[in-house]
């Protein structure tokens, strides 16, 4: 049992490159996030999942895509990356049954120059 | 749009003291989290609180929720230096189920 899983760890792009993140749960949940981390900003919404072929935006969705194709993946992509979205990148899943807990991967540290 | 606020930013407390976190939303919610971050970790989930009046306790750490009032406090008994953590809350809104983050509380204990 992995989990949450982010691929990849780091990544290092050029301005106007794309690039996709990808998001694994075994966890069987329904409920899937991607959020970015800023020093002094907390986590902020980028977009969610609240089941698979499903989206929907968040607090900060420009500049990004997603997608649900299967339950245990949620994808973010970068269509056309800006200097304004180095950070820190952090996928979450989450049940509706027993817990309501939310589970976080390990994150993805992006950096565009 | 629904805002979550933090207070305070940042917490400097000698070891043994008492203090609490207030988190403060601003639209209807049931469901409010509480989680801990360490630097250049993910966050790791403290609590869940479902329904207003709710009271979790793990070790020297208690949270509350009052729906009423839209306020959450994250209460710290006898501090230890291993708390030292940034803690978030974090509330999910009740129309569209978006889990909104405060900005976080910084706290460093003293030895």
């Known amino acids: 049992n992995a989990g949450v899983t982010q691929t990849p760890k780091f990544r290092v792009l050029k301005t106007g490159q794309s690039m996709t993140l990808l998001c694994a749960q075994d966890m069987n949940h329904e409920y899937m996030y991607w959020y970015r981390q800023d020093p002094g900003m907390g986590l902020r919404l980028i977009h969610y999942s609240v089941g698979e072929g499903t989206t929907a935006k968040g607090e900060v969705p420009d500049g990004y895509n997603v997608s649900r194709l299967k339950k245990q993946n949620f994808l973010l992509g970068l269509e056309s990356a800006a200097p304004s979205q180095t950070s820190v990148y952090f996928c979450?899943?989450?049940?509706?049954?027993?817990?309501?807990?939310?589970?976080f991967g390990p994150g993805t540290r992006l950096t565009v120059t | 749009e629904l805002k979550v606020e933090q207070n305070p930013l940042f917490l400097s407390m000698q070891e043994g003291k008492n203090y609490t976190i207030y988190c403060n939303y601003s639209?209807?919610?049931?469901?409010l989290y509480w989680y801990r971050q360490d630097p250049g970790k993910s966050l790791e989930s403290l609590f869940v609180?479902?329904?207003?009046?709710a009271v979790k306790q793990e070790g020297r750490l208690m949270a509350s929720l009052d729906t009423k009032a839209r306020l959450s406090t994250l209460h710290i008994t006898a501090a230890v230096h291993d708390l030292s953590a940034t803690y978030f809350c974090?509330?999910?809104?009740?129309?569209?189920?978006?889990?909104?983050f405060g900005k976080g509380t910084r706290l460093h204990i003293l030895p």
């Open positions: 639209t209807t919610s049931d469901r």
């Open positions: 979450a899943s989450g049940g509706r049954g027993l817990g309501y807990e939310q589970y």
């Open positions: 974090a509330v999910e809104t009740n129309r569209d189920d978006k889990i909104i």
């Open positions: 609180l479902l329904s207003n009046g």
